[in-house]
């Protein structure tokens, strides 16, 4: 079964740090892209970051810029997003998705097919 798996969410104060996984399974990562989204409540999906698996490339949008990582563990088949100096305005359900890695670090939704089921970030103090 071709899954995305993620986890790692959860109620952290402004400032502080998390870091969420997106696990595959039934299917590698290698040669794909990996996109993080996120969506608050009332307001639009954001794609948040991406990585293209087969060439390294990365992309972040502005808003997180400086503060958050997106890697790879190859032998873990897993993909991460370190969440760094936190705002109340990060709070969203994350997503992560996949797709064919020939459009680049894209977190365009329509190039990206298999999505996982989404985990809660919550900033609050």
């Known amino acids: 079964q071709v899954q995305l798996v993620e986890s790692g969410g959860g109620l952290v104060q402004p400032g502080g740090s998390l870091r969420l996984s997106c696990a595959a399974s039934?299917?590698?990562?290698?040669?794909?892209?990996i996109g993080w989204f996120r969506q608050a409540p009332g307001k639009e999906r954001e794609g948040v970051s991406s990585?293209?698996?087969?060439?390294?490339?990365?992309y972040y949008a502005d808003s997180v810029k400086g503060r958050f990582t997106i890697t790879r563990d190859r032998a873990k088949n897993t993909v991460y997003l370190q969440m760094n100096q936190l705002k109340p305005e990060d709070t969203a359900v994350y997503y992560c998705?996949?797709?064919?890695?020939?459009?680049?670090?894209?977190?365009?939704?329509?190039?990206?097919?298999?999505w996982g089921q989404g985990t809660q970030v919550t900033v609050s103090s």
């Open positions: 998705a996949a797709g064919p890695s020939a459009f680049g670090a894209t977190v365009d939704p329509k190039l990206l097919h298999t």
């Open positions: 039934g299917f590698t990562l290698d040669y794909r892209t």
């Open positions: 990585i293209n698996a087969r060439d390294g490339s990365t």
